[in-house]
């Protein structure tokens, strides 16, 4: 069935698809959106994974303990009031695809990247504090698979929780006549990962706080949820810290588990898997900095800022 999204109090509008440069492997075609610098549309073999009913396929930060300060980049190119977006820039057909910006004083860096040699897509992102506080965040992609649709076997697909490669993965594999058939993984290492109970994403603070609180293990069963991947970060003052995680796609999911596990083998191109040499390490925070903010006072007053 076809979905619409209805948001609380937030007034959305079909924004421009404007986009950079799309970047492929040659089996993974991404376009990115040349303004919010969120995934607009991803292709593995010709079908579509993320652009097909609401699309769901955004990235998002909230300072730890302050769900005013939550904010969102959206697959259409809209931001939200808090989130500036400076640069979205294509190094080329082959990527990597560069989105530089900033957040309540912390700037950032997130890259779109193909690992050499496997089906994955590795996003990576340097955030830098410049600031003379600590500060703490939550920083999210959430994504609604919908690979399905154009195999013409539906929106629902087959959702489990793993561990690959020592890290805890999620897995959404399309309805292929009752058994699991294309599939993507996402994974990284030292993050909350799993999928939302009976919604397609994250979209507001309520549901960063349930999905950390419940990050759903579905052990395998179909439906049409959405899924979550977050990181909880401690920035001290002037200290960067770099963070990634991979997309893993397969035409089954054993081809798309040995993607992610080719890829973050010890001493490959992944830097190593969870607890091995070379790993992207990402401390728990040790200090939260929280911050008043005026003029959001709520969910229902969250206000979206949209550009062309």
């Known amino acids: 069935m076809y979905r619409w999204l209805v948001a609380w109090g937030v007034s959305l509008s079909i924004a421009c698809y404007t986009q950079a440069n799309p970047i492929t492997n040659g089996n993974i075609t991404v376009n ?14 010709g079908t579509e994974y993320y652009n097909r009913g609401t699309v769901y396929s955004h990235y998002g930060f909230q300072v730890v303990g302050n769900s005013a300060s939550f904010a969102m980049a959206f697959a259409s190119g809209g931001i939200d009031v808090g989130l500036n977006i400076t640069s979205v820039t294509s190094a080329g057909a082959g990527g990597p695809v560069t989105v530089t910006g900033a957040y ?10 193909f690992v050499p040699g496997y ?11 410049p600031g003379n506080s600590p500060i703490a965040i939550h920083y999210f992609d959430t994504y609604d698979p919908d690979q399905g ?3 013409v076997q539906g929106f629902s697909t087959y959702n489990d929780v793993l561990v690959l490669s ?7 594999s399309a309805n292929a006549s009752g058994s699991p058939g294309y599939t993507v993984i996402w994974g990284g290492p030292s ?4 999928f939302l109970n009976g919604i397609l994403g994250i979209f507001a603070a309520t549901d960063l706080s ?18 979550g991947i977050v990181y909880t970060l401690s920035l001290s003052p002037g200290q960067s810290l770099t963070i990634r995680y991979d997309q893993a796609f397969g035409r089954t999911p054993q081809a798309a588990q040995n993607a992610f596990q080719g890829a973050n083998q010890q001493g490959g191109p992944g830097n190593g898997g969870g607890g091995g040499p070379g790993q992207d390490v990402i401390p728990e ?5 929280l911050w008043s903010l005026l003029g959001l006072v709520g969910l229902g007053l969250r206000r979206s800022r949209w550009v062309s």
């Open 32 to 45: 990115v959106s040349g303004t919010s610098g969120a995934i607009q549309s991803l292709t593995f073999g």
């Open 104 to 113: 309540q004083g912390i700037s950032f860096t997130r890259v779109y990247s």
């Open 119 to 129: 089906d994955v897509l590795r996003i990576t992102t340097t955030f830098t504090n």
């Open 149 to 151: 649709v154009d195999l």
């Open 166 to 172: 020592g890290m805890n993965v999620a897995q959404s």
């Open 191 to 194: 993050h909350t990962v799993g």
């Open 210 to 227: 349930n999905f950390l609180t419940n990050p759903l293990d579905p052990n395998g069963a179909l439906a049409d949820i959405g899924m």
């Open 285 to 289: 925070p040790t200090s939260i900095a």
